[in-house]
Every structure is written in C-alpha cells, then in structure tokens.
C-alpha cells in the first residue's frame, strides 16, 4: 500500500467513524470515560506529579 493509499483509506475510516458518531459525542464519551476511570486508575497507579 502506498503513503496515498494508506493516507485514503485512514480518510475514509475516519468519515465512517463520524457518519455514525458525532465529533462532539466522541469528545463527551472519552471525557466521561477518563472521570469514570482514567482519574480514578492515575491517583490508583500515581501517574500524576504535584509541585
């Protein structure tokens, strides 16, 4: 596959993906995702820093 084609066909995923989904859902979803375990799992794991 060449950089053009492979460039068409992440195009094209992408465009399928947003017919289905909203951009702003998308956002909604992932933001709800990481209160519901992302914060949870960095304070878990002590993947953050403080001053």
């Avoid at 993906?17 to 995702?33: A, D, G, I, P």
């Avoid at 914060?39 to 403080?50: I, L, P, V, Y």
């Amino acid at each position: 596959m060449t950089a053009k084609e492979e460039g068409e066909a992440r195009w094209a995923v992408a465009k399928m993906f947003f017919e289905h989904r909203s951009l702003v859902e998308n956002q909604l979803q992932s933001y709800n995702e990481f209160l519901e375990t992302g914060m949870q799992r960095m304070f878990k794991e002590g993947d953050f820093k403080t001053n």
